[in-house]
Each structure stands twice: as structure tokens, then as C-alpha cells.
């Protein structure tokens, strides 16, 4: 049972050196999908790189987004033979600690495990202040209501764990979405193919370093793809 950990990263090289160390305590490989990054992130890689033969790498040209970072990462992963496929960010918003619960979830019979930071009424995001968790908590109640995906807390989350399977049936050339919009696309077409999807609590911890490439253009775009969907176009 090999785990990958798809990790997309633009200019994160403030946090290689204190994320990779988390990854590599667990029992998990790494590709980080590097899009053209300006500040060295891809050399502090290609540094951990000589050490442990469980990191990869794939460089993009330039800043081509997150969904299609992750459509390179599922290809790759595809390609070779592992079984559980996980998306984390570079920015120690999720911790790698949590990887052994989330296999562990799938092996309850789950295709797609979520971590989420609102499951049971709860809120456990550290580091934002009250706008941005207002964004968050109605960005997630807008998509699970008109996607009628009621039985989920965090559609947006960007720490998750897919069983191979759901990748294998999916046709990954078709989703063109970023951002938000990629995580909720993602959910909504693994629902559709009839996989059972479950959420883990994790707690999310906002980044120290580096900076965050949410953008009012991400948002806008999820806002109309969950419609999108919603319709079936
Ligand atoms: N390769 C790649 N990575 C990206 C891109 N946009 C964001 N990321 C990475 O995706 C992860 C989440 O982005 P972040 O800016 O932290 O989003 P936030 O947590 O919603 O503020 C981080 O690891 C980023 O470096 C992109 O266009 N290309
Ligand atoms: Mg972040």
C-alpha cells in the first residue's frame, strides 16, 4: 500500500525545509509540482532530493494554476502503482500527521477522505481572523447546498486523500477549474460516479511564511463552476 502526497507549490521555498521532515516521518512518498517558482523553492527540493529517493519533482514553465497542477500530480500517480493519492499545501497549513488517519478512514471503506476543519459544528482553523472565516464558512455552505452535498462540512479543503480508484475513473482531462473550484469539482464529480466520500476533522493552521495566492478571481471562478455543475455543463 503506497501513499503519494501531491504537494503544488509557487514560491514556497520559506517552508521546503521545515514541511519535509513532517513528510518524510510518515510512511509516504512526495511530488511537488513546482510551477516556475522565483524565490529558489525548486532548488530547496532538488537539495532534499540528493537525500531520500521518496521526493519527486515535476517542473512546470510557468504559473499554470492549481488544478492542473494536480492533474499532472493524479497522471503521475497513475502512472506508477500507488494506492492512496493525498493533496496537501506547501505552507504547513495541514500536518503531515495526519496521514495515517486518513488511510485509515479509507480502509473503512471510504473513496475519498476530507479533512475538514468544520465537522460537528466545530470551527478549528488557527490564524484567521473573523472575515476570512465568514469567507470560508459561506464559500462551504453556498457549494454543499446547491451541489446537495449536505452530508459534508468542508467542501473546499485542500487536504484530502483519494483512493486510486476514484482517479482511475475519472475522465481528469475534462476538469479545467483552479483554486476552490478544482476541491469542489473534484468532490461533486467523485459523488456523481458514486463514491462514497467521508471527512476526517483536522485542525488548519494559516501559513507564516510565504504568502497566499487566494484571489478574488479564485473566488469568483468557484462561485459560478458550483452552477456549473450544478447543471451538468
Ligand atoms: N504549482 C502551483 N501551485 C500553486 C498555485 N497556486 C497555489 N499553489 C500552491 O497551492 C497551495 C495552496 O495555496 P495557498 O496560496 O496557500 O492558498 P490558501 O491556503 O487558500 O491561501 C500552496 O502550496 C501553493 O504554493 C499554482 O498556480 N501552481
Ligand atoms: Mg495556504
Not at 517558482?37 to 537525500?51: F, P, V
Not at 495541514?94 to 479533512?115: R, T
Not at 463514491?195 to 495566492?213: C, L, T, V
Request: net charge positive; with cysteine.
Amino acid at each position: 500500500m503506497y501513499s503519494l502526497v501531491i504537494i503544488p507549490t509557487y514560491n514556497e521555498a520559506e517552508n521546503i525545509d521545515r514541511l519535509l521532515p513532517k513528510i518524510l516521518d510518515q510512511e509516504a512518498e512526495i511530488l511537488f509540482i513546482d510551477d516556475a517558482s522565483t524565490d529558489g523553492t525548486a532548488e530547496k527540493i532538488k537539495n532534499w532530493m540528493k537525500n531520500s529517493k521518496r521526493i519527486n519533482l515535476i517542473e512546470r514553465p510557468a504559473k499554470l494554476g492549481l488544478g492542473t497542477a494536480y492533474i499532472t500530480g493524479f497522471k503521475w500517480a497513475l502512472s506508477r502503482d500507488y494506492s492512496y493519492i493525498f493533496e496537501m499545501d506547501a505552507d504547513l497549513s495541514h500536518d503531515p500527521a495526519e496521514i495515517p488517519n486518513f488511510i485509515k478512514k479509507c480502509s473503512e471503506g471510504y473513496d475519498l477522505v476530507i479533512g475538514s476543519r468544520y465537522t460537528r459544528g466545530t470551527i478549528s482553523v488557527v490564524g484567521w481572523d473573523f472575515r476570512r472565516l465568514l469567507l470560508s464558512k459561506f464559500a462551504n455552505r453556498y457549494a454543499i447546498t446547491i451541489l446537495g452535498l449536505n452530508f459534508l462540512t468542508d467542501i473546499t479543503s485542500g487536504y484530502r486523500c483519494y483512493s486510486r480508484k476514484v482517479l482511475e475513473n475519472m475522465n481528469l482531462d475534462i476538469i479545467k477549474s483552479n483554486g476552490y473550484a478544482f476541491q469542489i469539482e473534484m468532490a461533486y464529480r467523485a459523488y456523481k460516479a458514486g463514491f462514497k466520500i467521508a471527512e476526517i476533522p483536522i485542525i488548519f493552521y494559516e501559513r507564516n511564511s510565504g504568502s497566499s495566492k487566494m484571489s478574488k478571481k479564485i473566488i469568483r471562478e468557484a462561485a459560478i463552476m458550483v452552477w456549473r455543475l450544478r447543471f451538468g455543463r
